[in-house]
């Protein structure tokens, strides 16, 4: 086996997808497997911040998701007993400021986008039906186990990146043990999408709603050109986990009663929509530690196996798209060397990948506060200027 063998990706999500695209272009030949049968319309909305569209940009993509994305003027920070503005962060000046758009996209259209463009390239193999179940390696190459249609298969390549999610097996089989596995933070985001037609204009507006609680949150925003408003509550509860085995448990729907209860205190305008929502489906967050490494020789992480993030800064989908691009320019630098090109991703990305998981850990807190440090958290706001809540992003949206 020569190095210039295929990559092999386990997982076509977000980071496996875009992965691929980003070491087709440098000229790399990629076999992708995806357990999902088909790339089905899952999910709901995603904020995609300058970070990830400069990258997606770089791939071909960005164009054919503008037409469908709205890129919204501000984020509006709010309390949650009245829907009182804390606070704007401008958003509009964002290609001049950190060179390329802030958008929000339904994870689908983005998903199909990835998709399209690695279908059309001859040098990407992708697989559906296939689950990943098992690899090797030695000093010429890794050899994985697939199954396909109820049965096992093979493959081999120069390396293997699992880019599999949360919870990874690839992950998993690097770092065994009970240390490392995935666990619910407490956490638990509800999400429905609804027509905007049904609501009043000022849903539709261009602008990321974001409103505080007591260990709650609120999020909505218009997608697909203003048509449909992308909602997600996030709650802390006392979920458990009974069906965490079944690969499907996040897409489950929930009951919305707990919803309406839970949120019976908020402001009115955020009552109605949470009232609006006839089917919410309950999506329970996972973490796992921080990693130092992300590789093991020709085995390496990407995506949120590699750094699970909650969805408190935006930024899970937007890191493992850096990952992408980090990992194929490693790559190309090292066309002949999967081990130390891996081993170079990791070391790029690993401390930047932390910090931002660590932060978006941080920024949930401070979301959920009650009693009186959420008032000063709300009047620290309030003082702020929103080109100082702005520039707080620049390490974030500048890389
Ligand atoms: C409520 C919520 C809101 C969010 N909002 C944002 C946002 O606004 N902006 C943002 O940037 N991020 C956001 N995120 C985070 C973002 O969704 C994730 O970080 C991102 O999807 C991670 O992509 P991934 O490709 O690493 O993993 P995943 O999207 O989990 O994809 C993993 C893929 O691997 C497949 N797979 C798993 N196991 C195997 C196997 N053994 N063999 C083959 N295939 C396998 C799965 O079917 C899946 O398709 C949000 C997350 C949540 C929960």
Redesign the pocket.
Same mark, same amino acid.
């Given at each position: 086996m020569t190095s210039r063998e295929p990559f092999v990706i386990? @997982?076509?999500?977000?980071? @496996?997808l875009t992965v691929a695209l980003a070491l087709a272009q440098i000229g790399r030949r990629v076999l992708l497997?995806?357990? *999902?049968p088909a790339f089905r319309e899952v @999910? *709901? @909305?995603? $904020?995609? %911040?300058p970070n *990830?569209c400069r990258v997606l940009r770089r791939l071909g993509v960005l164009d054919s998701l503008m037409d469908l994305a709205v890129a919204p003027r501000f984020v509006r920070l709010r309390r949650n007993s009245d829907g009182a503005d804390l606070a704007r962060v401008p958003l509009d000046d964002a290609e001049s400021r950190w060179g390329a758009p802030y958008i929000g996209v339904h994870?689908a259209d983005l998903l199909a986008a990835l998709v399209d463009r690695a279908r059309a390239n001859d040098l990407i193999e992708i697989t559906n039906d %296939?689950?990943?179940?098992g690899f090797i390696q030695d000093e010429r190459g890794v050899a994985v186990t697939?199954r396909f249609d109820g049965e096992f298969r093979r493959a081999s390549g120069a390396a293997l990146i699992g *880019?599999?999610?949360?919870? %990874? =097996?690839?992950r998993s089989r690097m770092f065994p043990g009970e240390a490392d596995k995935p666990v619910y933070t407490g956490h638990t985001?509800w999400?429905t999408i609804l027509p905007a037609a049904k609501l009043p204009d000022a849903f539709r507006a261009p602008v990321a709603n974001l409103w505080f609680g007591d260990r709650a949150h609120l999020v909505h925003y218009p997608l697909r050109a203003g048509s449909i408003v992308n909602v997600?509550a996030?709650v802390e509860d006392a979920w458990r986990g009974e069906t965490e085995n079944d690969?499907d448990f996040w897409d489950t729907e929930g009951d919305r009663r707990f919803l309406l209860n839970r949120f019976k205190d908020w402001a009115g305008e955020a009552r109605s929509l949470i009232g609006a929502g006839e089917t919410w489906m309950r999506?329970p967050?996972f973490d796992r530690p921080s990693l130092d490494a992300w590789t093991r020789g020709r085995v390496a992480l990407?995506?949120?196996?590699a750094h699970? =993030?909650l969805?408190y800064l935006? $930024?899970?989908?937007? $890191?493992?798209i850096e990952d992408a691009a980090a990992l194929s320019a490693a790559v190309a630098e090292n066309q002949d060397d999967p081990a130390a090109a891996l081993s170079f991703y990791s070391a790029a990305r690993a401390f930047r990948a932390r910090k931002i998981q660590e932060a978006a850990r941080a920024q949930g807190e401070i979301y959920h506060l009650g009693g009186v440090k959420a008032f000063m958290r709300d009047v620290a706001l309030r003082l702020s200027p929103s080109g100082m809540l702005r520039g707080r992003q620049d390490w974030i949206y500048s890389a």
């Open positions: 386990a @997982g076509g999500g977000v980071g @496996g497997f995806e357990r *999902a @999910g *709901a @909305g995603l $904020q995609l %911040s *990830a994870r %296939s689950t990943l179940t697939f *880019a599999d999610g949360v919870r %990874s =097996m690839v985001a999400r997600v996030l690969p999506w967050l990407l995506g949120d196996a699970p =993030m969805p935006a $930024q899970g989908a937007a $890191q493992a």
